[in-house]
């Protein structure tokens, strides 16, 4: 088991036990999208330095508007408390997000982004998590006991509370109070324990280079990327546990649990994509300079990098050998929505 306390490994800055991957950009996404972010970035930042958790935050800033301030250069001055030196923050090229996209209407590529932080996060262990959500008592206890194993996938569940749940400060007993839930929280169920699974995957770094960090290969949705991740782990023989205990998210204008019924019938047209493709039932073979390997990066200030556009970090278009079909068994359909059938014979 690996502890993740400060004391015995250094200096935190240089040898992080956690890594946190997060990814955003100052576009209103959610409608007020930075005070949300600013907001949980300060209380996850003080619940993890009171327990004394070796970490650091690695940020994505994911093709930011041009006409706007970056988050980078707000958020020390928004989250006072936050230590420069627990934090790595990488802004990629907007360029990045056309040359990748399979899909004109695809608003923002997170998973691709995740992949930035995750290739080059320094911690034993990488939690992939978003901008606004709390981590949970329980969490929190488990990194700061070390009770964490390589080769597993810890999962939590998301607990969604009331919009209007936060907003004059966050506290515990705002969290955990069960009338601020906005619906009941779903279970995770074996085998693949999804459900909100982008807000919480948390996985040892070494593992997560075997995997190759999450599927870059099928470029026009981001909606089930992170459930198609879990069946990346299984197939490469990664086991997935339930960590103990919720985080928390506060239900916002735009979510997806409050807007995806308005693309019924017109899923085509969503900015995620459309959630109908194959995530529960094909894999994927990144290349091995997933993550932007090859982004020519400027140091631009201490604790900050630029990734700046080059065709060369660009995958190719289309990558077929990089998907894994299921196989099918005899007397038994392939997963999916289509079965496997023998192509009809060619008359002479």
């Known amino acids: 088991m690996a502890a993740l306390s400060d004391a015995g490994i250094g200096t935190p800055a240089r040898s992080p036990a956690l890594s946190i991957v997060l990814t955003g ?18 209380f996850n ?8 958790i070796a970490h650091e935050f690695v940020f994505v800033e994911w093709a930011p508007p041009p006409e706007r301030p970056r988050l980078v250069d707000l958020v020390f001055d928004a989250v006072p408390g936050l230590e420069p030196g627990r ?4 802004v990629v090229d907007g360029r990045y997000h056309q040359a990748l996209s399979l899909n004109p209407r695809l608003a923002y590529h997170e998973f691709i982004a995740k992949n930035v932080g995750i290739r080059r996060a320094r911690g034993r262990f990488v939690l992939t998590s978003n901008c606004d959500v709390f981590l949970g008592r329980a969490v929190l206890d488990v990194f700061a006991s070390g009770r964490l194993e390589p080769r597993l996938v810890y999962r939590a569940q998301r607990y969604d509370l009331k919009e209007n749940v936060g907003e004059e400060g966050v506290a515990w007993a705002d969290l955990e109070d069960p009338q601020n839930l906005a619906r009941p929280p779903r279970a995770l169920t074996l085998p693949f324990m999804a459900g909100a699974t982008g807000d919480f995957l948390l996985v040892d770094r070494e593992s ?3 995997v190759r960090g999450f599927n870059e290969i099928y470029r026009a949705a981001r909606f089930g990327i992170d459930r198609n991740f879990l069946v990346k782990a299984i197939s490469s023989g990664l ?4 960590i103990g205990g919720p985080v928390y998210h506060v239900d916002h204008t735009g979510s997806y649990h409050l807007t995806a019924d308005e693309y019924a019938g017109r899923e085509h047209e969503a900015p995620w994509g459309n959630r109908g ?9 990144n290349p091995p300079t997933w993550g932007l390997q090859h982004a020519p990066t400027q140091r631009v200030a201490p604790g900050q990098w630029h990734l700046d556009f080059s065709w060369d970090a660009v995958p190719p278009m289309v990558d077929l050998k990089g998907v894994v079909l ?10 999916g929505r289509y079965t496997a059938t023998r192509a009809p014979a060619r008359s002479r």
């Open 25 to 42: 950009r100052n576009d209103d996404h959610g409608v007020d999208f930075r005070t949300r972010f600013f907001r949980t970035l300060r």
């Open 45 to 52: 930042a003080e619940q993890l330095a009171a327990q004394g």
């Open 87 to 90: 934090c790595a923050w990488y």
């Open 208 to 210: 997560l280079h075997q």
């Open 239 to 242: 086991s997935i546990v339930d």
């Open 277 to 285: 493709w194959h995530s529960r039932g094909v894999s994927y073979v």
């Open 326 to 335: 299921p196989a099918s068994r005899v007397g038994r359909p392939s997963p």
